[in-house]
């Protein structure tokens, strides 16, 4: 990895041990003042709560800490083989499980594919692991139901070291858009089930959670025909919280991990789920199981307690002495390929052309999916009140966003659509002049190089998720706005406020008034308050890397494996 010396013994980035060991005294200088600060009668369970948080925390950095102290075996697989420092580390080989590959796949002619990045933070954040010599498998996002074509396209995505699972259609509206996307997706995002079908989805529950654990049983199936042994194979996200159960099934040596993306939701939502234990048990076959933020993991260790009755550890949940570690990994973006990105002279001919295009005028972004966990409803009419209570500011700001299609054959999703047209359509008709609008509204996504150039003009960005797992739009923000330093105004219930908090202006996206004055508050930031919350996010953003969260989260998974009956 650029940048990083490696330990001859452990292959752990002496850098990183170097802040570990720096991190693990300020947290324990912190930890006690703020136990300090609650007196006996005080001590709150916020304060444990606290406390309990950094011990996992410690505990995990103790862990690398030991390693390099002890020049410790743990992370062989970097260095086995190795004879001499100077020879080329061994790369541990990887094999990442996702729903969706990098790259969704467009038919050409019946033998020629043409290959396109996926959209989407799990993307993102993966491309930018490049510490391990990893393959990716899963679905290319197109229905391939000819030999010949599935031939071409396997051979297609060889090129870009991804192996494809081939869903049909009907499994695809099941898994994917039924069990994936219609329920899972909406309750571990605190939405519930949508209001007007739910007996509707209650009845094709079982059939749609029948083909979620066949579909899961196919990416099984093209894992064991990839897997070789010493393989670390690392399940993502909802889609495949069967997958573990099913590996292990197969091999039970075989060293998996998983991790959710999404939130991971209060037990006492999890409950309602119809397969609420199913999942739980297949998930906990895993060796290692990650999340964003403590919340999440914690709230997983409390289903598991609560509702399979098995004890709940401060390292994990255990079930008759077998232990499965759970832990938070909060993951980051590749934000040297953001900062680059701005040297790139087409990306600083973008930059000119949208400066000369929004002269005279604050440039505020929104870039979402154009989905119901984003708050983009919530986000526009808080900016219609912002310009309803500031005519003064109704010429001199407007407001880019981004939508990018998504799960466009869910129902829940077209209405989305239509529902953000209108209300855009509104506001624009309101405060619209015959030469400009205040909102400009794109129903499409943007190549790599238009997105950050925007990034870098953009004065306020506005991030109003009613619940996010992470959100890296955030982050990509911060990274991009070295030279202008502008505010991000960020969701408390994005993954992101647990990071990024200190530097940007918090909101609760259900309050549209707290929301339109944060506006106001983000435009008429001084540059000295603008320049102190950039610093600290920019910081964070640059050093708690992609390819450290995946470093991290696969070493930590060296340490052990779980059989599962
Ligand atoms: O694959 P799609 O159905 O088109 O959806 C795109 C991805 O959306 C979700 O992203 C999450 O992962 C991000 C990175 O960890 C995180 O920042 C964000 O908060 C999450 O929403 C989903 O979890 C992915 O599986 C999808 O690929
Ligand atoms: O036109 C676009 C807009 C966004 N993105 C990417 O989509 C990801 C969105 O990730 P986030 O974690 O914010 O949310 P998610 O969509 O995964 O829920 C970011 O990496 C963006 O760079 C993209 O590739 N093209």
């Not at 997105?451 to 960005?461: G, I, K, M, P, Q």
């Not at 923000?477 to 940007?504: T, Y």
């Amino acid at each position: 990895m650029p940048g990083n010396n490696y330990n001859g013994n452990s292959g752990i980035p002496t850098s990183r041990v170097e802040r570990l060991l720096r991190d693990r005294e300020l947290r324990k200088s912190n930890r006690s003042s703020h136990l300090n600060e609650a007196t006996d009668s005080s001590r709150t369970n916020e304060a444990f709560e606290y406390e309990h948080r950094l011990r996992e925390e410690e505990n995990l950095g103790n862990s690398y800490v030991q390693q390099y102290l002890e020049g410790a075996v743990a992370a062989r697989a970097l260095t086995e083989g190795c004879e001499r420092h100077d020879e080329k580390p061994f790369r541990q080989r990887l094999l990442v499980v996702a729903n969706r590959l990098p790259v969704s796949a467009v038919r050409r002619g019946e033998e020629s594919w043409s290959l396109e990045i996926s959209a989407g933070g799990l993307v993102s954040a993966l491309l930018g692991v490049k510490e391990f010599e990893a393959r990716w498998i899963g679905w290319a996002g197109v229905n391939v139901p000819d030999e010949v074509g599935q031939k071409a396209l396997t051979k297609a995505l060889a090129e870009k070291r991804c192996i494809p699972v081939f869903l049909d259609e009907e499994i695809v509206h099941q898994y994917y858009n039924g069990y994936c996307n219609n329920i899972l997706w909406p309750l571990f995002h605190y939405l519930g089930l949508p209001q007007e079908d739910r007996l509707a989805t209650t009845r094709s529950f079982q059939s749609q959670f029948a083909a979620y654990k066949k579909a899961n049983q196919m990416f099984a199936d093209v894992v064991n025909k990839h897997y070789e042994e010493g393989d670390v194979v690392w399940c993502h996200d909802y889609h495949l919280m069967f997958l573990p159960k099913c590996l292990k099934e197969y091999n039970i040596k075989m060293k998996v991990g998983w991790f959710l993306h999404t939130p991971f939701p209060s037990s006492e939502i999890h409950r309602t789920l119809p397969s609420r234990s199913d999942l739980l048990r297949s998930v906990l076959c895993a060796d290692l199981v990650g999340f964003h933020t403590y919340d999440y993991a914690r709230h997983f260790v409390s289903a598991c307690t609560r509702i399979l009755g098995l004890e709940g550890t401060p390292e994990g949940v255990e079930d008759q002495g077998r232990l499965t570690r759970v832990a938070a990994f909060p993951i980051g973006i590749d934000s040297d390929r953001f900062i680059r990105a701005l040297e790139v002279p087409q990306v600083q001919e973008h930059i000119k052309e949208l400066t000369e295009r929004f002269a005279g005028r604050k440039v505020m972004l929104g870039v979402d999916r154009l989905d119901m966990i984003k708050g983009i409803p919530q986000k526009i009419l808080a900016f219609e009140k912002f310009l309803e209570e500031n005519p003064s500011w109704r010429d001199k700001v407007v407001l880019l966003q981004i939508a990018v299609p998504t799960r466009t054959d869910v129902p829940e999703y077209q209405k989305l659509t239509s529902q953000v047209h209108e209300i855009v359509g509104r506001i624009n008709g309101r405060f619209g002049t015959l030469t400009a609008v205040p909102i400009h509204h794109l129903d499409r996504s943007l190549d790599f190089h238009a997105l950050c150039a925007l990034y870098a003009v953009t004065d306020v960005a506005l991030v109003t998720s009613l619940r996010d797992g992470m959100n890296l739009v955030s982050y990509e923000f911060v990274a991009c706005q070295d030279s202008k330093k502008g505010v991000l105004i960020l969701s408390e219930f994005a993954g992101a406020a647990q990071s990024l908090g200190a530097g940007a202006i918090l909101v609760n996206p259900w309050n549209i008034t707290e929301v339109a004055s944060s506006i106001g508050q983000a435009l008429n930031m001084l540059p000295e308050e603008r320049e102190k919350r950039h610093r600290h996010n920019f910081v964070h953003v640059t050093t708690h890397t992609a390819q450290e969260w995946a470093e991290t989260f696969v070493r930590y998974m060296e340490y052990g494996l779980v059989s599962c009956n």
